[in-house]
């Protein structure tokens, strides 16, 4: 019996019983087409219609999912984000290569844990970094004009994104512990499986081609969504 899509995002925790626990941790699966939880053991999945909240983070409240021990119930699909989900992208991939970036230019620039994940609030690499500098002050190397800033934004972003897929294409950047299983699983299953992410589309594919690919046979079986958008 299948449910609907199960869409799969970061960065929250999946509680299992000692026996079922194969699911990836600081991550929340959620019906699409209802309010309802799926709740998972080893991709037998049951709906349940238990909702808590956790504490906020970057991206403000989100659901708690609780994982159930067993269902006959399974998904048409899951739908996985990237970041954060299949690699943390976001602390050791997109933060090192933004980091990198400043060093190269020489900026003295350098955001921390903590603070990237204040400055995750801000949706988009290049807006991120505009926002950063209208709060602390530009550097000395930043153009003066806003047009030029604009263009000195863009070069950054262009750089840090070339960074960013050097990572994951030299594999530095390895899948989260259960992704693997989970997606073997589900393809084992039927379920199809996707890569849904608004993030940069050429460092999806890169995650996908290069990462996933890796995954047993879901680099052949995996498919890509996205909207448009840039980390």
Known sequence: MAAAAAVIRPPFTIS????NSTLLSRTSIILSSTSSIVGCSRL???IKNQMSTTKKNASGSRLLVKCMASSSVLPKALLFDCDGVLVDTEKDGHRISFNDTFAERELGVTWDVDLYGELLKIGGGKERMTAYFNKVGWPEKAPKSEEERK????????????LFMALIEKKLL???PGVAKLIDQALEKGVKVAVCSTSNEKA??????????GASASGKNTNICRRCGSS
């Open 174 to 176: 390895p899948l989260r």
């Open 44 to 46: 037998n999945c049951m």
């Open 204 to 213: 999806v594919c890169f995650c996908h081609s290069f990462i996933l690919a």
């Open 16 to 19: 299992s019983s000692k026996r």
């Open 151 to 162: 263009e000195f934004i863009a070069s950054l972003h262009k750089r840090k994104t070339e």
